[in-house]
């Protein structure tokens, strides 16, 4: 959509599609509160700037709407339908490497009590293996922290994937 419609998008519709970037609610709200934005740009910052804030609790109510890594989102939904976007590179991952990753799931969450999460868009399996193994190995304040910029990182792709400053012709 163009950054005019969702400048003028009534606020539970905002609040809607800002809930799929990540739905953490008082971020939604602080981001469909910061309207009208001026760019995309402007917009990303802003979603940047209040995700500077997120805790620990934020990060659990986002993850319980995001699938495990190799993992098909269920549902029809914005959300699942981004999650099975980002996570398409997992399509051709080789077996051993999707299996790989799925122990490390198991190993992440029994460590971690939260699903792994990281941006897989714009990232092989074999990437996103390397660094489950790596971040299993983190203290779990240093995981908080690496997880909740993943969440960060992953809301702004899907904010400038929802968002653009041109008009989309029809």
């Given at each position: ?117 990281i941006r ?40 400038r994937a ?9």
């Open positions: 959509m163009e950054l005019a419609e969702f400048n003028a998008l009534d606020t539970a519709t905002a609040a809607e599609t800002v809930g799929v970037w990540a739905a953490i609610p008082g971020w939604v709200d602080a981001v469909v509160a910061g309207r009208p934005y001026g760019s995309v740009d402007e917009l990303a910052a802003t979603a940047a700037a209040e995700a500077a804030d997120w805790t620990r609790a934020d990060l659990d109510t986002a993850l319980a709407h995001h699938p495990r890594i190799g993992e098909r989102a269920m549902g029809s939904g914005a959300e699942a339908a981004a999650s099975r976007r980002e996570q398409s590179s997992m399509a051709t991952a080789a077996e051993a490497v999707a299996r790989a990753i799925a122990a490390g799931n198991a190993a992440y969450e029994q460590r971690f009590g939260r699903v792994f999460l897989a868009a714009g990232r092989t399996p074999d990437e996103m293996l390397t660094e489950l193994e790596r971040r299993l190995d983190n203290d779990d304040g240093a995981e908080t922290v690496e997880a909740l910029d993943q969440l960060a990182q992953i809301a702004v792709l899907r904010l929802t968002v653009t400053n041109e008009r989309i012709p029809a």
